[in-house]
């Protein structure tokens, strides 16, 4: 049965006496682009909003921390740490980082050709940004300019 979010923090938001909350509305439709290889040639990017960090890498901060880690593709899933304002969501990441940060199953795709190649480096951020403003004007740049910087062709956006 499916669960619907926006609606239930909404009514949470409501008994708690809290102003409703306000969900992102863009006010143009997102970029998309058609992909100009096939996958198996492509260079594949991640993102994932799971505030994933690398074992020596420094926690995310718990509120609007717009700060991105980038992950050596390489690293083993049990070099994989997280920190993320909503920690309750993370005891399945914990137990297997594969399921918001999917690093092994992009590596075992590339080895079988479905994709062509990984970056070198893949991304997190921590998703529970309050401010619109600073994902649209700080974190979304950043993402992109790294992204753009290891020429990658189509990204994989994993939101936790």
Not at 14 to 33: E, K
Not at 91 to 107: E, H, N, Q, T
């Amino acid at each position: 049965m499916p669960v619907m979010y926006m609606q239930a923090i909404t009514a949470r938001y409501l008994r708690l006496g809290y102003q409703p909350y306000r969900w992102f509305a863009a006010d143009s439709p997102p970029a998309w682009q058609p992909l100009r290889k096939p996958l198996r040639e492509a260079r594949l990017g991640l993102l994932s909003t799971s505030g994933a960090y690398a074992l020596g890498q420094v926690a995310y901060h718990y509120r609007d921390d717009c700060s991105i880690r980038e992950i050596p593709a390489t690293t083993p899933d049990a070099e994989l740490r997280f920190s993320h304002i909503t920690e309750n969501y993370l005891v399945d990441p914990r137990r297997d980082p594969g399921c918001i940060f999917p690093s092994r199953a992009l590596r075992r795709l590339v080895g079988l050709g479905v994709i062509g190649s990984l970056a070198d480096t893949l991304l997190s951020c921590m998703g529970g940004v309050y401010s619109q403003r600073r994902v649209r004007e700080e974190v979304a740049p950043a993402v992109l300019e790294a992204m753009r910087a290891q020429e990658v062709d189509a990204a994989l956006l994993v939101a936790m």
